[in-house]
């Protein structure tokens, strides 16, 4: 068995007014992340894991800000092409895990929704992804609520 790890990492502004998509879940927040898609930071730094492990690059280049294609598009589609991409390679998906620093709202509600959204999507149980959310103590542009940064790993695993 061959196996591979990826590292992925995201940060967003964040702004009043705008939906925060987080996980493949909408959040009730007065404030959401900016954008040129859904601006769903948690996903964002998943498929830049996935795509990290197999060496293809990162997610702006596969789905660059600056194309029309994707303004506005949802994450959940970016995830599910990047998962076409891992298989198409002959990989699958051992697990993820995901933390995700943000310092309100309160994530734990949401959790075992993130998870079950992004195990639906990668087509695993539901016990492959852990979705983890942290704050920074009011420190850096975190704690003062200006933006929401996740780390992701992923571990691809290749049957031989």
């Not at 590292?7 to 996980?23: C, I, K, M, R, T």
């Not at 959040?27 to 830049?48: N, Q, R, T, W, Y």
């Amino acid at each position: 068995m061959d196996i591979r790890i990826g590292n992925g990492y995201d940060v967003h502004a964040l702004a009043e007014g705008l939906p925060l998509w987080l996980g493949g879940i909408e959040i009730e927040s007065p404030l959401g992340c900016i954008a040129h898609s859904d601006g769903d930071v948690a996903i964002h730094a998943l498929c830049d894991a996935l795509l990290g492990a197999l060496a293809l690059g990162d997610i702006g280049r596969h789905f660059p800000d600056t194309s029309d294609e994707f303004k506005g598009i949802d994450s959940k589609l970016l995830l599910a092409r990047v998962m076409e991409l891992v298989q198409a390679e002959g990989w699958s998906v051992g697990n993820a895990d995901i933390t995700i620093a943000m310092q309100r709202p309160k994530l734990a509600p949401y959790i075992n929704q993130m998870r079950e959204c992004l195990s639906s999507i990668m087509k695993i149980d539901v016990e492959r992804v852990s979705v983890k959310a942290t704050t920074t103590e009011k420190l850096g542009f975190v704690g003062r609520s200006e933006g929401c940064e996740v780390y992701a790993v992923a571990l691809l695993v290749k049957e031989q």
